[in-house]
């Protein structure tokens, strides 16, 4: 894997199976001298906190609907037992959300100013945090950081941070049945009436709409097996 890494044309971006490739992607490129994600930048898949923490950065990846995914395998196996026709061979599970962290934060790598600005946001945003910590962290002033970030960005500190909070709500509003004003707390937002009035102006609906926009799971096999 250290020498296909170090042959790629760079910047390249890998897209792994699953988070445990994922972290030997990063393994790999620390080992052929390949900084992620200036040089490459990695995404995997099943968004195992876990695993997706132990990388250097921390993995970017993709949610996979599990719950459905369970169901409908289940489906498969009860025919199968059944001798009923099986169907497709193949159970395709959707993907519900892209989590985004520093293995993918590549879009600034020209500005180191830029870049450890938006590596901080995304450590930080669910903290609530303040546009001047930001610039505090870059050791530069909130006014000069702005006009970088903006520059290589095209929005704001405030809009980036935002963002940030908007695509973590996202992710816990279609991973889980967590209310909304806890989802409102673990993004960053002060409130949930002020998330839903973001969430609306960004999304274009509310995070209830949003939420109701995941596929429903596929229905329970039966409890009991026919003899």
Known sequence: MVKWLTKL????????????????????CRQAGLAVP????????????????LCNPPLTSITLDAVDAGFRTMQALHAMILKKP????????????IVARKSTATAMAHDERVRKARQFILQKAHEMIQVG???????????????????????????EIVRVRIER???????????????????GFSDANYMCKVFKKNVGCSPNGY?????APAPKAPPRLAH
């Not at 200036?38 to 923490?53: K, P, T």
């Not at 709500?169 to 993004?187: E, M």
């Open 86 to 97: 099986p169907g497709s061979r193949e159970i395709h599970i959707p993907a519900i959300q």
């Open 211 to 215: 939420r109701a926009t995941k596929p």
């Open 169 to 187: 709500a996202k992710t816990l509003l279609l991973s889980s049945s967590a209310p909304i004003h806890a989802i409102a707390t673990a993004s």
């Open 38 to 53: 200036d040089e490459v930048a990695v995404v995997g898949a099943d968004n195992d906190e876990l695993i997706c923490s």
């Open 9 to 28: 044309p760079k910047p390249a971006g890998i897209l792994a199976a699953n988070d445990a490739r994922g972290l030997q992607v990063i393994d790999a």
């Open 133 to 159: 910590e930001v610039a505090e962290h870059v050791g530069i002033s909130r006014r000069s950081l702005e006009t970088h970030f903006v520059k290589s960005t095209g929005r704001s500190l405030l809009k």
